[in-house]
């Protein structure tokens, strides 16, 4: 195993109403912005069950927070907490809301221009609002992480940052608040999460067996448990599982002491940025191809994964590593998440503007063992048209 730093100092309340326990939670006397999207808690009640739980609060709101949360859009709320002096940042909605709140609390405290933290990757951080959020999207695992991703529309450029600073004080997960996501949305959680999990794990066997066994653990899950969310929606134990899974997935657990890889992701952002795909559609093209080209590389854990998660022992190794990609594949397509870029209007021609990105944003040598080069996602994309 290798030596790291476990640390993480966000408190969960889950379960079905626990919306009413966010004075409990809330610094008393906070003067709160409350941030969310769309207005999808408008239209489901999280919004009324979160106003009527701050009644004793001093509240204000900022709406339009957008998937793929931009610099553009989050600097106006930046703009409001400093003129408001508002000292407690709540984010009600998915990870995009949850993210941009994490770059809102570090911008208000920053001095100079915040588009820094994004060039530096959060490094710069020094001092960030307190924050709490209210999850109604299972997927991201930023209500239990120091990560934060943000577009900046100017540039097409979307960037990735985290600090220690920008750790949730609280998140509250109640599964009864995702009954209402759209089955693409569902789907996506669900990918992500997995996508999640295989980028700290599915690299090389350094004697881990609880990450190991935790991982595997939670890959079944997803598959045992994603398929039944489509099937009956509103089952609160289907997605009381899910949500503790997506969280568990991205929160340092699994990925404490073992080699990461990310390669996936940092492709699937240049997709994102430039054609507008949901993030984790990107995933479901980009990863099992990933994982067919860099098949010999990671081919210990290929088979361990093979093995243990998709029960597959018979045939040669190489056949054994194919089907369980294949089934890797398929699983993301069951869930309503299309795996092919012609899926989503984009053909061979679109390669050369992502690897063109990825060179400008310094993605030139990806994954574990930093051999992802431009030509190795090339390849991966080549295979996904
Ligand atoms: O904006 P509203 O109206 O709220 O609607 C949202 C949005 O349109 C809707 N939605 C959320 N909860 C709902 C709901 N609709 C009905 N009922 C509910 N209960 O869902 C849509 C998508 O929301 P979004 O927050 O964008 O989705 P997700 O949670 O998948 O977040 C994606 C963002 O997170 C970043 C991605 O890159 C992307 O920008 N990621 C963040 C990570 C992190 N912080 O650690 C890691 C991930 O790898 C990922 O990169
Ligand atoms: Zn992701």
Excluded at 123 to 149: H, Q, Y
Excluded at 185 to 205: K, L
Excluded at 257 to 275: K, N, R, S, Y
């Amino acid at each position: 195993m290798l030596n790291f730093d476990f640390y993480n100092p966000t408190r969960i309340l889950f379960g079905k109403g626990r919306i009413a326990d966010l004075p409990k939670v809330v610094p008393a006397g906070a003067r709160v912005l409350v941030l969310y999207g769309g207005g999808s808690i408008k239209a489901n009640g999280v919004y009324d069950e979160v106003m009527a739980a701050l009644s004793g609060f001093a509240v204000q709101e900022f709406a339009g927070i957008e998937p793929n949360p931009t610099y553009e859009t989050l600097m106006q709320a930046v703009e409001q907490v400093r003129r408001e002096k508002l000292d407690f940042l709540l984010a009600v909605g998915g990870g995009s809301v949850i993210d941009g709140t994490k770059f809102v609390a570090a911008a208000a405290c920053f001095e100079g221009d915040p588009a820094a933290i994004l060039d530096k990757r959060g490094r710069n951080i020094t001092d960030a609002l307190p924050f709490g959020s209210v999850l109604t999207l299972p997927a991201t695992g930023s209500e239990m992480n120091e990560g934060s991703v943000v577009t900046r529309k100017s540039i097409k450029a979307k960037t990735a940052f985290s600090s220690p600073l920008v750790f949730p004080k609280f998140s509250v997960l109640d599964p009864t608040k995702t009954y209402t996501l759209p089955l693409r949305q569902v789907g996506n959680g669900v990918v992500d999460a997995f996508a999640h999990i295989m980028e700290q794990y599915m690299t090389y066997p350094v004697n881990a067996p609880v990450q190991d066994r935790f991982a595997e653990g939670l890959l079944l899950t997803l598959i045992e448990e994603g398929p039944k969310v489509l099937a009956n929606p509103e089952d609160y134990d289907v997605r009381a599982n899910i949500m503790w899974c997506a969280t568990l997935a991205l929160n340092g657990l699994i990925g404490a002491g073992v080699p990461q890889d990310w390669a996936t992701h940092m492709v699937g952002h240049e997709l994102t940025a430039l054609f507008g795909l949901d993030h984790a559609q990107t995933l479901a093209i980009v990863l099992p191809n990933m994982l067919r080209v860099r098949k010999e590389s990671k081919r210990a854990k290929l088979l361990q994964y093979a093995s243990r998660v998709w029960n597959i022992t018979e045939g040669n190794e190489d056949a054994r590593i194919e089907q369980a990609i294949d089934r890797t594949q398929a699983f993301f397509e069951q869930m309503g998440v299309k795996t092919r870029l012609a899926d989503y209007q984009l053909g061979a021609d679109s390669i050369d503007a992502v690897l063109k990105h990825l060179e400008s944003h310094r993605m030139v040598s990806l994954g574990e063992q930093r051999d992802v080069t431009l030509e190795v996602s090339r390849k991966v994309l080549e295979l996904a048209v």
